[in-house]
């Protein structure tokens, strides 16, 4: 007998099916966050937080910065003067830290050390379960999940939870015994800061029950062999993303809209820092694009980039660059990913990228490396190109491909619109979600 599928109503909206209709509406999760705009992890987030609200979950999104003004997204109370000056030091110590460690081109880093009133806020709010996401920045102490007792689910945008500090090891690996003689501290002593902070993480988080959801498969295969989350229930939901919002919109008046050139090939590179952070790859960018240009495509290519300007780091490609500066309306963002041909993400960690899948989203293939999460979104030759790390040859050879052929491209373009569609559309993200909190609240 086939599935018989019924949806009940939630404020005139189709809600979830009804085999999750039992105490399913009556959920109360709090969602944790840093931001609620800035960043991919809290775009992601937010994503979350709205598909959740659309199938009927009375979610709450809690951050320390809020961008929005949407009333389900609350900042904790104002601190007594007190809980001011006890913060501030430990506070100003951890972005002193994280601004040196910018400065020499490690990438983030984040102690923690910063006092929260966190487990208060929950309990005044009286959630039925905590949902972390990306709780840096000052936002959360490590010692506090210990405190909130409640059911907790934690998904992972990064490596942060599961190392001495690092968001990304740089494929240190040391976070799968323990920390110490950091790499990115330029450390030679076994029991530095990143050792205290792993040692800080394991006294507050053994014997805590988390169900940690990990975005890749990546990112739940470093997870797993972590000393931290190692007997942690692990599981892999991606992201989601609106796919009728993000989705492909003719390109000539897409071109129109930012000044393109209409006659040529258009390749976007889009990161935070694109130009500066090394773990954006763009070290293998340039020799891949000089290289197209050497071999007679300079006047048929022309890079557009988002996330840098020339003051910071003019590339000299031998061909045109555009500079877009930041975006973050969505209409803007629908608007480039439309008007370009393909682009390129060469990273050298990433775990589930909010730009390669708005990419895909609209139609437009991706050229990216083959490693972290890049996999989980790009199928080689189907949808785009995974070249070999960290080969910028191979990074140009995958762009010819994908542009040269204007038949071929047109099939990687519906190719990867279907396949976000299928596998990422929010709503059915929201779903998974809600079958992880049913488990650890039953």
């Not at 009940?8 to 809600?15: A, D, E, L, R």
């Not at 951890?94 to 929950?122: V, Y």
């Not at 959360?140 to 405190?147: F, P, T």
């Not at 040859?393 to 052929?405: F, N, R, T």
């Amino acid at each position: 007998m086939p599935t018989i599928w019924v949806f009940v109503q939630f404020n005139g909206i189709p809600s979830l099916p009804a085999q999750y209709y039992r105490g399913a509406l009556f959920l109360k999760p709090l969602l944790l966050n840093t931001y609620d705009t800035a960043g991919g992890a809290a775009i992601a987030t937010y994503r979350i937080h709205r598909g959740l609200l659309s199938i009927g979950i009375e979610s709450q999104l809690l951050v320390m910065h809020k961008g929005t003004s949407d009333p389900t997204v609350i900042q904790p109370g104002a601190r007594t003067i007190r809980q001011k000056i006890e913060a501030y030091i430990p506070s100003h110590s951890d972005e002193r830290i994280t601004r040196q460690l910018h400065a020499n081109g490690i990438g983030s880093f984040s102690p923690a050390r910063r006092p929260d009133q966190l487990a208060n806020k929950i309990k005044a709010l009286g959630p039925d379960l905590v949902h972390l996401f990306w709780v840096n920045s000052g936002f959360m102490q490590v010692e506090s999940i210990k405190r909130f007792k409640k059911p907790i689910v934690w998904t992972l945008h990064d490596m942060w939870p599961f190392t001495g500090g690092c968001h990304y090891d740089n494929e240190c690996g040391k976070f799968r015994k323990m920390c110490g003689a950091c790499p990115a501290l330029a450390s030679n002593v076994e029991r530095d800061l990143s050792r205290l902070i792993w040692e800080r993480k394991l006294a507050s988080w053994t014997g805590v029950p988390i169900v940690v959801v990990a975005t890749s498969h990546w990112l739940a295969e470093m997870a797993r062999s972590s000393s931290l989350f190692k007997s942690q229930r692990i599981e892999v939901i991606p992201n989601g993303i609106d796919t009728k919002k993000y989705k492909p919109i003719d390109k000539k008046v897409a071109r129109e809209a930012f000044d393109l050139p209409q006659d040529k090939k258009l390749l976007l590179f889009s990161a935070f820092n694109a130009t500066t952070d090394r773990r954006k790859g763009n070290q293998f960018l340039e020799p891949a694009l000089k290289k197209l240009s050497h071999e007679g495509w300079s006047d048929r290519i022309e890079l557009v980039v988002v996330g840098a300007s020339p003051y910071e780091t003019a590339l000299e490609l031998g061909m045109k660059v555009h500079y877009m500066g930041n975006m973050k309306d969505e209409l803007s963002q629908v608007l480039l990913y439309s008007a370009v041909d393909a682009t390129v993400a060469p990273s050298m960690q990433e775990n589930l990228s909010t730009v390669v899948m708005e990419s895909l989203s609209c139609g437009t293939p991706v050229v990216a490396f083959n490693i972290g999460g890049m996999p989980d979104m790009v199928e080689h030759l189907e949808s785009g190109y995974l070249a070999q790390p960290f080969s910028s040859d191979e990074l140009a050879e995958g762009i010819k491909w994908v542009l040269e052929d204007s038949c071929r491209h047109s099939i990687l373009s519906q190719c990867a619109r279907e396949n976000v569609v299928e596998r990422f559309e929010l709503k059915s993200i929201a779903l998974r979600y809600v079958s992880i909190y049913q488990s650890v609240i039953s």
